[in-house]
């Protein structure tokens, strides 16, 4: 059984940094995308960023492009986004999901964590 775990997350002061993880487990990690999306309080699920499994192409959404950066090591099965220079608008909760390939669109994915909530104390 496919499961993806998410670590990280919390409260943290507007200008800083954190880094969420996601982790998989159940299946092969190294053929399979990862990306991350927001969804705040009566707003869309948006792509933040993403990464592919085959070239470990990166796409980053432009609403944080030069401070958000995704990086993966397969060999903990793990996908990271650093989260640099945060403000409050990226407020959110934050979910990784895992399809073969890299999409935008959160419709396209079938497999999520469990979601962790990041909040910039303005």
């Known amino acids: 059984q496919v499961q993806l775990v998410q670590s990280g997350g919390g409260l943290v002061p507007a200008g800083e940094s954190l880094t969420l993880s996601c982790t998989a487990s159940?299946?092969?990690?190294?053929?399979?995308?990862v990306a991350w999306f927001r969804q705040a309080p009566g707003k869309e699920r948006d792509f933040v960023a993403g990464i592919s499994g085959v070239t470990g192409r990166t796409i980053i959404a432009d609403s944080v492009k030069g401070r958000f950066t995704i990086t993966r090591d397969n060999a903990r099965q793990t996908v990271d986004l650093r989260m640099n220079t945060v403000k409050p608008e990226d407020t959110a909760l934050y979910y990784c999901?895992?399809?073969?390939?890299?999409?935008?669109?959160?419709?396209?994915?079938?497999?999520w964590g469990q979601g962790t909530q990041v909040t910039v104390d303005s």
């Open positions: 999901a895992t399809h073969r390939l890299l999409r935008y669109s959160h419709l396209n994915y079938g497999i």
């Open positions: 159940g299946r092969t990690f190294d053929d399979y995308a």
